[in-house]
């Protein structure tokens, strides 16, 4: 009972921080990466907008993701905890794949393309949204990412609490 409250937990607090990082231009372009490389090329030509592109690798990003993420489900591994290392990593595993379940399909598919808050004031187009290629990837990209996290936090877990 606690995973799934801790897994609904996880969900709201990720929902809330994508939340609060859209809503202007200025915040969207923090997050400029996820969107359609037709919306990306508007960008890179807008004279407002293209000196806020921060170019970002796809190591540096998984990297990234890789410490927030572990710290993250560490923390809500604690009151999870158990002596068992394979309970701890499968508790890990199902919070870690549920998060990235929660952000393709309700947060990308539903929320993301539909809603008006991640588009550009002067990009208001919907059908420009739509191309969900790179969340896939992510998505894709983060089954790995929460296996690992899962392993190596359920190991850690296991030895030090």
Same mark, same amino acid.
């Given at each position: ?72 489900? !560490? *923390?809500? +591994? #604690? &009151? @999870? ?10 508790? /890990?595993? %199902? ?43 992510? !998505? *894709?990209? +983060? #089954? &790995? @990412? ?10 850690? /877990?296991? %030895?030090?609490?």
């Amino acid at each position: 009972m606690l995973l799934i409250v801790e897994a609904l937990l996880l969900s709201a607090l990720f929902f809330l921080i994508c939340y609060s990082q859209t809503g202007t231009d200025e915040k969207n372009m923090k997050s400029y990466r996820v969107y359609p490389d037709e919306i990306k090329k508007k960008l890179m030509k807008d004279e407002h907008l293209k000196d806020l592109i921060k170019p970002t690798s796809s190591s540096a990003i998984f990297v990234s993701n890789l410490v927030v993420f572990g710290i993250i489900l !560490f *923390l809500f +591994g #604690i &009151p @999870l905890k158990h002596d068992n290392v394979h309970i701890n990593v499968l508790n /890990l595993l %199902i919070l870690g794949q549920w998060v990235n379940a929660f952000d393709y399909f309700v947060i990308d598919r539903m929320w993301w393309r539909h809603s008006t808050r991640p588009r550009f004031k002067d990009y208001p187009n919907p059908e420009w949204y739509q191309d969900d290629t790179y969340h896939r990837q992510s !998505f *894709l990209r +983060g #089954i &790995p @990412l929460f296996c690992i996290i899962a392993i190596v936090d359920g190991i850690l /877990l296991t %030895i030090f609490l």
